[in-house]
Every structure is written in structure tokens, then in C-alpha cells.
């Protein structure tokens, strides 16, 4: 066993007899070789597992079988690595490495390879030659001289290993041959190599030839195109036979387009003509274009000016709701008598399920008008009210022009659903886009980025929605006729579950023909005790359910008449899930006020109550109040405090008595100067120690000097009283013009007292 200089290779496997390149830059190596040429130049050559190591483990990290070479030449290169010409020899099993002085020395042992039998080893030896002539033909990487050479030679361990040096395959393979040391062994597995790269070979040259088949047609085509647009030139014909540009160009006479815009798409489609076939950009001029034909630019629909059928429509599909009602009666009426009138913008304003959704469709169809909605609940991009500008990938229209595009006509209806929940961020404010939207002076020509012009908006009846106007900005809010749709009375709901509801729910069952009623105590339940809402969404999903459970009875049971009344109802609705709010006591109180507020669902009393204690005259408001409900308080307690005398409260309490001011339900936020007369009554009723009526509601905002001011939401207040079984209310005066819109059953119930002072006040709400 002889030591000699070692050097690790890296991805790179020497065979015995082969003559080729090293490059050596790790420093070790470099030190090893300069070593070897002072003393005999003979190298050891083993591959290390991983090349991406670059202090390899001597006794983990390196392949055991190698060659032994000899260095023909070196060169420096500029990049301080070493190009060395080696000529490896045999093949040799490495033994103990060591290192000394940044050299590197290993024992070897010479292997001899075993022979091949004459009759398996030419049978061998043909198959692999035969196997290898087939892959040099077929990867186009092998010399014809290198074949000639490996056919002449005698010797099939050199053979071997030249054809497995030869072979584009990773080093981990070509290790498994080297480490073969049989022939017999080592040529079935060059056979095994060969047939699997043949195999990838030819997948390769399928691929290829597919590839290039199609390369081939597509040139072809491109190249007869080019030749037949040039003489169609000379010819002075259409130089374009793309039948989607035909389309178009035939689409362009068919529809009547405004001369500015029928110059634009043809200039479009002049530049689509020019494109390659299936290019990006003609992509998105080709979409450009069928956005731009499909607008109704000039299409409009014939209103129905008929009021007498218009308001059969509208009383067919909705109960109540008389002020829009009447509004779009008087529209009709102008529109007949002026037909060049601009469109009109209508707000409905009104809590959730009182039905602004549905009747903006049915006044679409009572109008004859096609009917579009655009949902701007969540919007806070501009770009999506005025559409992307044509270089932005993905670019589209804004949904005024979507809505527009499927609307098919110049004058629909289009429903602007929850304007109020729009907001904004750094993309934008789409609020101000809708300005221009919302403005018969300027709709005329709103242009949308993406189509780059300006179209006529000015026919189009927009309807907007809101369940709160505060979320709508000033300059839009002024650009709108707001109407309010109030909340419906326990009455309403039933005439609508009686109208509506309960056929549409027995028909959607698939009860039409099973006789089912349900009495009027029953749904008076089902409104009071089933739902708690201002308008029937809920309803309708209780009495698709009561449905649900009458179905699944007819199948199990087989019932053709069934008959719903206050007693079986909680067997098909389970427990019932609110409990009705009605008045706790009518006996009168210390310091406890009904007041009237209003929510988002309508309508609904609110309790304040008042304690006194000792104290230094501090004021404490508790029950999650706003800033403007505190700052009512404390006018309140200052208007107090400015008629102690009056009230025969001692002067200095304000130095004594601390007093407590609770609003119940304190998980839920309540805010507004509504209250403000509330306050100022519990106040006086605990610094006075007079009782205070239970039988009776107020509202109103109370000044310093004890006027009572208008306040907002005086039909869903009083009905929410009414709800509760309260019958008398105190009412600010300015509000007088207000209680005309409550419905007769409510009126007729109520005893409505209107207050221009406190003192108004004080002679209705205190015991006498």
C-alpha cells in the first residue's frame, strides 16, 4: 500500500484511461498539487458525496473507490484557480488519509478488474456498443472518431470505461460503474444506464419535433397572412380576414354609436388588426372593444306613462309607504308632460327589512324600465365607482358602466344599494366619485377611466339606499331627495304578513294546495314575540319556518287543512325568543322617566333613572353614554340648578348632593340630545322628591334657559311607546307636523301633548 498526494473532486468522476481537465481552487488542494509536481506528479482522485462541502470529513465524506492519475500539465488561471491535465491509470480503493502542512496524503490499493467469460461476454460487449451507437446518433454529443476509437479497442475494461466516461449522466451513476469492479457486472449496468437514457432521449425528440411542428404552422400562418394582406393592398381590399375583427367591424354598422366614440373604436380596431394573433395587448385591445360595443349607447326603453297602472304596480308589491309611493307617481306625471326632463336621484332612508331594495325593482317595472343594482357596501376604491385606466394589467370598467352594460339600455334604474356603507382609504375616496355620478348637471358626460369617454348618465333613475344618513357625506347627501321610510307598526306588519308574506311562504313550501290559516292573534305573536325589528326580514324568516314545520307534518301525517292560533303556535316556532316590552308599572316613581328613542331598528322607550345622596354636588352619568348625551346632562343639571328657587330645592345642593344619573341596558351605546327633557325631569323629581307619571313618554332637547327643541325620529318613537302600551307622550311643539305621518291605528290610541318650554313639561309629568 503506497501514500500519495489525494485531492477530492467535486461532481466530477475520473475514469481509469481518460485524459481530461481538473480545476483546483481550494487551497489544500492547491498546496497538494504543487507537492505532487516537486516530488513524483502522480495525484489519487476521489469524488467527495456532497460538492457543496468545502471541508469535506476525510473518513465520511468521500466515495472510497478512485483512480489513480498522472499530471500532463498545469495552468494558473486568473481567478487563482489551477487548470491541471491529469491521465488517470486504475482504478484504486483509498485507504488512511492524513495532512500534513496543509498537504494532503492517502494510502491506496490498486484494484484488478475480473474478466469476462467469451460467449455472455461478447453477447455483452455487442449489446452495450450496439446500445451506445443508437445514443451517440441520438443526443448529437458524441464524436464519430470517439465511436471508430471504442469499436478498435481490444481491451473491454478500457471500453467500458470510456463509454461510461462519455455518458450524460449525474456523478452519483457514474460512481456506481467505477465502483464495479466485474465486467460482467458492470456492462448490465451500462446496458440498464443506456436503455433509460434512450428512453428520455426519445421523449425528448417527441417533444422536440412537436414543438417545432408547431413553430412550423404557426410561421407558415403568419408568413401567408403577411403575403395575403400585401396583395390585398395593391388590390385596395381589406387587408384584415381575422374573423373577430370582422365581427367587430360588422358589430360598428349595426349599432348606432356617437360619432366620437364610433372614430375611437375603429381606431382601436385599425391597431388590433396590425397585432399578432393571441398577443397580450391584443388581448386587451379586443376586450377594450367589445366593452366599448356592448354599452348602450343610444338604446333606450319607451317609460310607461300610465299613472293609474303604475300605481296598481307599486300597491300590488308593497303595502304603505305612501310618501315614495306618490313621489314616483308625480315623476311619471312630469316626465308625460316634459318627456327632455333630466333623471332624478331618490335617497330612501329607512332601518333594515322596511323594503328599499324591493321597491326600487318595483318601480323599475312600474315605470317599464330596465333595472340594474350596484352594491357599494364596503367600497373604498375609487377605481371601482371610475374603472381602471387601460394600463393596468387586469384593467376593468367601473361599476356604473358594468351596471350600464347589463342594464342594455341608456334609461334604466339603477339602484345604488347601502350608499351609506361606503369608505375610504389610500386609494381613494369613492364618495367623490359618486359627485359626479349624482349630478344631473355633470352625469351627461361621467367618463369611466377604463373606457376613456365620456357617456351620458343624465337619463338614468337613480335610487340610492341608507339605513343612516349620517353616514353619508354633506356634498352627496345635498346632491339627493331623501326619503324616509319609517319603521311599521305591529298593524302594518300584519297587513303585510297577511298580503304577502304568508302566501309567498306557503307557496315557496310547496303548500299551495293544503288549506292553512293562521289567525290574527297568532301573528300579532309571531310579530311581538318572535322578531324584534323595524321592518319584516325577520318576520318572513319565521314564517318560512313555521312553513318548513307544517310541510314536514303534511308528509309525516298527511293533514289537508291546518290551522295555526295563539295556542299551538310555540309547538312549530319553540320558546319564544323576545318577551314583549310593555310597561313594568303604572304606579308613579322617584326619579324614574320614560323617554323615547330612536335605533337603527326603529323606535323603543328608554328608562333614566335618578338617585340623590350626600355629597359634595357631584354629577354621575353612567350606561355607556356619548358625548353629546353627557354634555345634554349637564345642561340639564345647569337649567336645574338656574330654577332652584322656583323648585324650593335647597341653593346649595349643588355643595351637598351628589346625584346619579343611570340609563339601563348598559352594554348598548346611546347618544343624541333627544333626552334632554328626560334628564331634566329625573333630576327634578329626585331633588324635589315628586313623583313622576309611569304612564307617560317623553322626548325632547332641552336648552340652558328651559326651551324644548326639535328632535329627529318622532314617528318610530311614538310607535315605539304605543308598542309598549304607553298611550300618552310629550312631544317638543316644533314637532307638531311630524305626527301627521302616524298611521290612524296609532293616532286614534294616543294622547299627544306638545311642549315649547319646560314648563310645559313639568305640568303634564309630575303626580299633582
Same mark, same amino acid.
Given at each position: 500500500?503506497?501514500?500519495?498526494?489525494?485531492?477530492?473532486?467535486?461532481?466530477?468522476?475520473?475514469?481509469?484511461?481518460?485524459?481530461?481537465?481538473?480545476?483546483?481552487?481550494?487551497?489544500?488542494?492547491?498546496?497538494?498539487?504543487?507537492?505532487?509536481?516537486?516530488?513524483?506528479?502522480?495525484?489519487?482522485?476521489?469524488?467527495?458525496?456532497?460538492?457543496?462541502?468545502?471541508?469535506?470529513?476525510?473518513?465520511?465524506?468521500?466515495?472510497?473507490?478512485?483512480?489513480?492519475?498522472?499530471?500532463?500539465?498545469?495552468?494558473?488561471?486568473?481567478?487563482?484557480?489551477?487548470?491541471?491535465?491529469?491521465?488517470?491509470?486504475?482504478?484504486?480503493?483509498?485507504?488512511?488519509?492524513?495532512?500534513?502542512?496543509?498537504?494532503?496524503?492517502?494510502?491506496?490499493?490498486?484494484?484488478?478488474?475480473?474478466?469476462?467469460?467469451?460467449?455472455?461476454?461478447?453477447?455483452?460487449?455487442?449489446?452495450?456498443?450496439?446500445?451506445?451507437?443508437?445514443?451517440?446518433?441520438?443526443?448529437?454529443?458524441?464524436?464519430?472518431?470517439?465511436?471508430?476509437?471504442?469499436?478498435?479497442?481490444?481491451?473491454?475494461?478500457?471500453?467500458?470505461?470510456?463509454?461510461?466516461?462519455?455518458?450524460?449522466? *449525474?456523478?452519483?451513476?457514474?460512481?456506481?460503474?467505477?465502483?464495479?469492479?466485474?465486467?460482467?457486472?458492470?456492462?448490465?449496468?451500462?446496458?440498464?444506464?443506456?436503455?433509460?437514457?434512450?428512453? #428520455?432521449?426519445?421523449?425528448?425528440?417527441? #417533444?422536440?419535433?412537436?414543438?417545432?411542428?408547431?413553430?412550423?404552422?404557426?410561421?407558415?400562418?403568419?408568413?401567408?397572412?403577411?403575403?395575403?394582406?400585401?396583395?390585398?393592398?395593391?388590390?385596395?381590399?381589406?387587408?384584415?380576414?381575422?374573423?373577430?375583427?370582422?365581427?367587430?367591424?360588422?358589430?360598428?354598422?349595426?349599432?348606432?354609436? *356617437?360619432?366620437?366614440?364610433?372614430?375611437?373604436?375603429?381606431?382601436?380596431?385599425?391597431?388590433?388588426?396590425?397585432?399578432?394573433?393571441?398577443?397580450?395587448?391584443?388581448?386587451?385591445?379586443?376586450?377594450?372593444?367589445?366593452?366599448?360595443?356592448?354599452?348602450?349607447?343610444?338604446?333606450?326603453?319607451?317609460?310607461?306613462?300610465?299613472?293609474?297602472?303604475?300605481?296598481?304596480?307599486?300597491?300590488?308589491?308593497?303595502?304603505?309607504?305612501?310618501?315614495?309611493?306618490?313621489?314616483?307617481?308625480?315623476?311619471?306625471?312630469?316626465?308625460?308632460?316634459?318627456?327632455?326632463?333630466?333623471?332624478?336621484?331618490?335617497?330612501?332612508?329607512?332601518?333594515?327589512?322596511?323594503?328599499?331594495?324591493?321597491?326600487?325593482?318595483?318601480?323599475?317595472?312600474?315605470?317599464?324600465?330596465?333595472?340594474?343594482?350596484?352594491?357599494?357596501?364596503?367600497?373604498?376604491?375609487?377605481?371601482?365607482?371610475?374603472?381602471?385606466?387601460?394600463?393596468?394589467?387586469?384593467?376593468?370598467?367601473?361599476?356604473?358602466?358594468?351596471?350600464?352594460?347589463?342594464?342594455?339600455?341608456?334609461?334604466?334604474?339603477?339602484?345604488?344599494?347601502?350608499?351609506?356603507?361606503?369608505?375610504?382609504?389610500?386609494?381613494?375616496? *369613492?364618495?367623490?366619485?359618486?359627485?359626479?355620478?349624482?349630478?344631473?348637471?355633470?352625469?351627461?358626460?361621467?367618463?369611466?377611466?377604463?373606457?376613456?369617454?365620456?357617456?351620458?348618465?343624465?337619463?338614468?333613475?337613480?335610487?340610492?339606499?341608507?339605513?343612516?344618513?349620517?353616514?353619508?357625506?354633506?356634498?352627496?347627501?345635498?346632491?339627493?331627495?331623501?326619503?324616509?321610510?319609517?319603521?311599521?307598526?305591529?298593524?302594518e306588519k300584519m297587513h303585510i304578513a297577511k298580503k304577502y308574506l304568508l302566501d309567498e311562504a306557503q307557496e315557496a313550501n310547496g303548500l299551495s294546495e293544503i288549506d292553512i290559516k293562521v289567525s290574527d292573534d297568532?301573528?300579532?305573536?309571531?310579530?311581538?314575540?318572535?322578531?324584534?325589528?323595524?321592518?319584516?326580514?325577520?318576520?318572513?324568516?319565521?314564517?318560512?319556518?313555521?312553513?318548513?314545520?307544517?310541510?314536514?307534518?303534511?308528509?309525516?301525517?298527511?293533514?289537508?287543512?291546518?290551522?295555526?292560533?295563539?295556542?299551538?303556535?310555540?309547538?312549530?316556532?319553540?320558546?319564544?325568543?323576545?318577551?314583549?316590552?310593555?310597561?313594568?308599572?303604572?304606579?308613579?316613581?322617584?326619579?324614574?322617566?320614560?323617554?323615547?328613542?330612536?335605533?337603527?331598528?326603529?323606535?323603543?322607550?328608554?328608562?333614566?333613572?335618578?338617585?340623590?345622596?350626600?355629597?359634595?354636588?357631584?354629577?354621575?352619568?353612567?350606561?355607556?353614554?356619548?358625548?353629546?348625551?353627557?354634555?345634554?346632562?349637564?345642561?340639564?343639571?345647569?337649567?336645574?340648578?338656574?330654577?332652584?328657587?322656583?323648585?324650593?330645592?335647597?341653593?346649595?345642593?349643588?355643595?351637598?348632593?351628589?346625584?346619579?344619573?343611570?340609563?339601563?341596558?348598559?352594554?348598548?351605546?346611546?347618544?343624541?340630545?333627544?333626552?334632554?327633557?328626560?334628564?331634566?325631569?329625573?333630576?327634578?323629581?329626585?331633588?324635589?322628591?315628586?313623583?313622576?307619571?309611569?304612564? #307617560?313618554?317623553?322626548?325632547?332637547?332641552?336648552?340652558?334657559?328651559?326651551?324644548?327643541?326639535?328632535?329627529?325620529?318622532?314617528?318610530?318613537?311614538?310607535?315605539?311607546?304605543?308598542?309598549?302600551?304607553?298611550?300618552?307622550?310629550?312631544?317638543?311643539?316644533?314637532?307638531?307636523?311630524?305626527?301627521?305621518?302616524?298611521?290612524?291605528?296609532?293616532?286614534?290610541?294616543?294622547? #299627544?301633548?306638545?311642549?315649547?318650554?319646560?314648563?310645559?313639561?313639568?305640568?303634564?309629568?309630575?303626580?299633582?
Amino acid at each position: 500500500m503506497t501514500k500519495i498526494t489525494f485531492i477530492p473532486t467535486r461532481d466530477l468522476v475520473v475514469f481509469p484511461g481518460a485524459i481530461m481537465p481538473l480545476y483546483i481552487g481550494r487551497e489544500k488542494s492547491v498546496n497538494t498539487l504543487e507537492k505532487s509536481l516537486t516530488e513524483d506528479s502522480k495525484l489519487i482522485l476521489c469524488m467527495q458525496k456532497d460538492f457543496l462541502v468545502e471541508e469535506p470529513n476525510y473518513t465520511d465524506d468521500i466515495y472510497k473507490i478512485g483512480v489513480e492519475a498522472t499530471i500532463l500539465q498545469t495552468v494558473k488561471m486568473p481567478n487563482n484557480t489551477v487548470k491541471v491535465l491529469v491521465e488517470a491509470s486504475h482504478r484504486i480503493i483509498l485507504g488512511e488519509i492524513e495532512e500534513t502542512d496543509g498537504v494532503i496524503y492517502a494510502e491506496s490499493t490498486a484494484v484488478e478488474t475480473e474478466a469476462l467469460e467469451n460467449n455472455v461476454g461478447e453477447a455483452i460487449v455487442r449489446r452495450v456498443l450496439k446500445s451506445f451507437e443508437r445514443y451517440a446518433k441520438l443526443s448529437g454529443k458524441i464524436l464519430p472518431d470517439l465511436l471508430v476509437s471504442i469499436k478498435s479497442m481490444k481491451d473491454t475494461d478500457k471500453k467500458f470505461d470510456l463509454i461510461s466516461g462519455n455518458l450524460n449522466i *449525474p456523478s452519483e451513476e457514474k460512481q456506481k460503474l467505477l465502483e464495479l469492479f466485474n465486467l460482467e457486472e458492470r456492462g448490465y449496468k451500462l446496458i440498464e444506464v443506456l436503455k433509460k437514457e434512450l428512453e #428520455i432521449l426519445n421523449l425528448e425528440k417527441k #417533444i422536440e419535433n412537436k414543438v417545432k411542428e408547431k413553430m412550423n404552422s404557426a410561421q407558415r400562418a403568419y408568413f401567408l397572412k403577411e403575403k395575403l394582406s400585401a396583395i390585398k393592398e395593391e388590390l385596395g381590399e381589406d387587408q384584415s380576414d381575422d374573423e373577430d375583427i370582422l365581427e367587430l367591424k360588422k358589430l360598428i354598422k349595426t349599432k348606432k354609436l *356617437p360619432k366620437e366614440v364610433k372614430k375611437k373604436v375603429e381606431k382601436e380596431i385599425s391597431k388590433l388588426s396590425k397585432m399578432p394573433a393571441f398577443s397580450a395587448e391584443g388581448s386587451v385591445v379586443r376586450n377594450y372593444v367589445e366593452t366599448v360595443l356592448d354599452l348602450p349607447w343610444t338604446k333606450k326603453t319607451k317609460d310607461i306613462l300610465d299613472i293609474k297602472k303604475a300605481y296598481d304596480k307599486l300597491e300590488e308589491d308593497h303595502y304603505g309607504l305612501k310618501e315614495i309611493k306618490e313621489r314616483i307617481l308625480e315623476y311619471l306625471a312630469v316626465k308625460k308632460l316634459n318627456p327632455n326632463m333630466k333623471g332624478t336621484i331618490l335617497c330612501l332612508v329607512g332601518p333594515p327589512g322596511v323594503g328599499k331594495t324591493s321597491l326600487a325593482k318595483s318601480v323599475a317595472d312600474a315605470m317599464g324600465r330596465n333595472f340594474s343594482r350596484i352594491s357599494l357596501g364596503g367600497v373604498r376604491d375609487e377605481s371601482e365607482i371610475r374603472g381602471h385606466r387601460r394600463t393596468y394589467i387586469g384593467s376593468m370598467p367601473g361599476k356604473l358602466i358594468k351596471a350600464m352594460k347589463h342594464a342594455k339600455t341608456k334609461n334604466p334604474l339603477i339602484l345604488l344599494d347601502e350608499i351609506d356603507k361606503m369608505s375610504n382609504d389610500a386609494k381613494g375616496d *369613492p364618495s367623490s366619485a359618486m359627485l359626479e355620478v349624482l349630478d344631473p348637471e355633470q352625469n351627461k358626460n361621467f367618463e369611466d377611466h377604463y373606457l376613456d369617454l365620456p357617456f351620458d348618465l343624465s337619463n338614468v333613475f337613480f335610487i340610492a339606499t341608507a339605513n343612516d344618513l349620517r353616514g353619508v357625506p354633506g356634498p352627496l347627501r345635498d346632491r339627493m331627495e331623501i326619503i324616509y321610510l319609517n319603521s311599521y307598526t305591529e298593524f302594518e306588519k300584519m297587513h303585510i304578513a297577511k298580503k304577502y308574506l304568508l302566501d309567498e311562504a306557503q307557496e315557496a313550501n310547496g303548500l299551495s294546495e293544503i288549506d292553512i290559516k293562521v289567525s290574527d292573534d297568532a301573528l300579532l305573536r309571531i310579530i311581538n314575540e318572535y322578531t324584534r325589528e323595524a321592518g319584516v326580514r325577520n318576520l318572513k324568516r319565521e314564517i318560512h319556518s313555521l312553513f318548513r314545520k307544517l310541510a314536514k307534518l303534511v308528509i309525516e301525517k298527511n293533514r289537508k287543512k291546518i290551522t295555526i292560533t295563539v295556542k299551538n303556535l310555540e309547538t312549530y316556532l319553540g320558546k319564544v325568543k323576545y318577551r314583549p316590552d310593555k310597561i313594568k308599572e303604572i304606579e308613579p316613581k322617584l326619579g324614574v322617566v320614560t323617554g323615547l328613542a330612536w335605533t337603527s331598528v326603529g323606535g323603543t322607550t328608554l328608562e333614566v333613572q335618578s338617585v340623590s345622596m350626600k355629597g359634595k354636588g357631584k354629577i354621575i352619568l353612567t350606561g355607556k353614554l356619548g358625548d353629546v348625551m353627557k354634555e345634554s346632562a349637564h345642561v340639564a343639571y345647569s337649567y336645574v340648578r338656574s330654577i332652584a328657587d322656583e323648585l324650593k330645592i335647597d341653593e346649595k345642593f349643588n355643595e351637598t348632593t351628589d346625584v346619579h344619573l343611570h340609563f339601563p341596558e348598559g352594554a348598548v351605546p346611546k347618544d343624541g340630545p333627544s333626552a334632554g327633557v328626560t334628564i331634566t325631569t329625573a333630576l327634578i323629581s329626585v331633588l324635589t322628591k315628586k313623583k313622576i307619571r309611569q304612564d #307617560i313618554a317623553m322626548t325632547g332637547e332641552i336648552t340652558i334657559t328651559g326651551e324644548v327643541l326639535a328632535v329627529g325620529g318622532i314617528k318610530e318613537k311614538v310607535i315605539g311607546a304605543h308598542r309598549i302600551g304607553i298611550h300618552e307622550v310629550i312631544l317638543p311643539i316644533d314637532n307638531e307636523s311630524d305626527v301627521e305621518e302616524l298611521t290612524k291605528e296609532v293616532k286614534k290610541d294616543m294622547t #299627544i301633548h306638545f311642549a315649547k318650554t319646560y314648563d310645559d313639561v313639568k305640568k303634564i309629568a309630575f303626580v299633582k
